[in-house]
Each structure stands twice: as C-alpha cells, then as structure tokens.
C-alpha cells in the first residue's frame, strides 16, 4: 500500500474519471484536472470518497504521484500548462495513446516505431519518474478487472525500477495480479502501438473487455 494517498490525474474523460473513482473507492484523495471542469460536476457528487477538481496544475501540485490521462493529441500541451516543474520526482502513470482518427475507424498512430508518447512525456517532464500503464486497456477494466482467462498483469515499462514496483503495488490495490515489465520508456512505443491492434480485435469479436496478453 502507497503511504502518502494524494493522487492527480490529468484529464476529464472516461479513463481520467473511471481511474478517480477507483482510487477514491480505495480512500486515495484524488484532484482531477481539466480545462472544463463543469465536466466533471456530475462525476464529482456521484463518486465516493475524498475527490474534488481543479486545472491541471492544481492536479500535478496535489498528487504525491500523477496520472496523464489526456488525448494523445493533447498531452504535450497538458504537460505544459500543469508545469513541468510540478511533477519532480514525482512517480507519473502515463495512460496516454496517440491514437490518430484522421481517416476513421479504426485508428492508426501519430507517430511509431522510433518515438512514442510516453518517451515525449518522460522528455518533457524530465525530473519526473514515467511509467507506461493502462494505455492497453478500455476504462472498465482499469480497476477491478475481470478477464474470462482469469487474473491478468498489466503491461508496464519506464526507465526507474523504484517506480516500477511502486506501479504493481498500485496495480495489486486496484485489482491486477501485478505487472508485466517490457523494459524502459521506449517500450511505449510497442505497447502504443498495440493499441490499434487492441481496436481491431475488439472489432472482430464485438467487445471492449477485452486485453491482449501473452500465452505460455
């Protein structure tokens, strides 16, 4: 269990609320940030537990660690307007896809293979210690998840091991059996990328409770 229970997330989508209502349930103190908070005026009175709203500098000051969970496209600029300077050393749980629906459905990516939006995030927020996580499951299984196959690891990467294991122990609180470690942030560029796959399949078998996992 995490000792200090402040927790800031980026965003005001289904994944940013879905993740605040799951650590709150767990008695985190959660502060989302957003540039619309009468988005979140509903999900506020609705959610148990110790949460409240600001912008996103308001969130990135208030969490012991943070999530990002911002559109792709929008995350850089996110990253800027909460202050970089605001998540030192802080552990940052990056959810993020560039998912890009420029031509439709389903979706490619902005950018692959030799960048990725976690390697950008770790970039711009450089005294930060980024994880890659969630970004390869839809909102309804991030907490409490329940897979036909059984308990499942979430995949995982980032640069700082402390990090990483301070990642599965929040993993565990919330429901996973623990990580899968592919490495260092430019892992992200495969788990990215495994998210158009993830569409593509959930399109072949007509649902999104569903995760790519390996067999062995």
């Not at 537990?49 to 600029?77: L, M, N, Q, Y």
């Not at 998540?87 to 030799?114: C, I, M, Q, R």
């Not at 980032?158 to 892992?187: F, M, Q, S, Y």
Request: hydrophobic share 40%.
């Amino acid at each position: 269990m995490v000792a200090d229970k402040r927790v800031g997330i980026l965003g005001s989508g289904d994944v940013a609320k879905a993740l605040g209502k799951a650590f709150a349930s767990h008695g985190y103190d959660v502060k989302l940030g957003t540039r619309e908070p009468k988005k979140l005026e509903s999900w506020s009175k609705e959610t148990a537990g110790k949460v409240s709203v600001g912008s996103f500098a308001d969130a990135a000051r208030h969490g012991a660690f943070v999530i990002v969970a911002t559109h792709g496209d929008g995350t850089e600029a996110a990253l800027e307007l909460a202050g970089p300077k605001n998540f030192a050393g802080k552990l940052v749980l990056d959810t993020s896809n560039p998912l890009d629906l420029s031509k439709g459905f389903p979706p490619g990516l902005l950018f692959g293979v030799t960048d990725s939006l976690g390697e950008r995030v770790q970039r711009k927020l450089a005294d930060a210690k980024v994880v890659k996580c969630f970004n390869t499951v839809g909102s309804p299984q991030m907490a409490t998840p329940k897979f036909a196959g059984g308990p499942a690891r979430m995949w995982i990467c980032g640069n700082d091991a402390g990090a990483k294991r301070e990642t599965e122990t929040l993993l565990r609180e919330l429901g996973w059996a623990g990580a899968l470690d592919v490495g260092g942030i430019d892992g992200s560029r495969w788990l990215e990328a495994m998210v158009p796959l993830w569409v593509r399949a959930g399109q072949a078998l007509n649902t999104w409770s569903h995760m790519l996992q390996v067999v062995t």
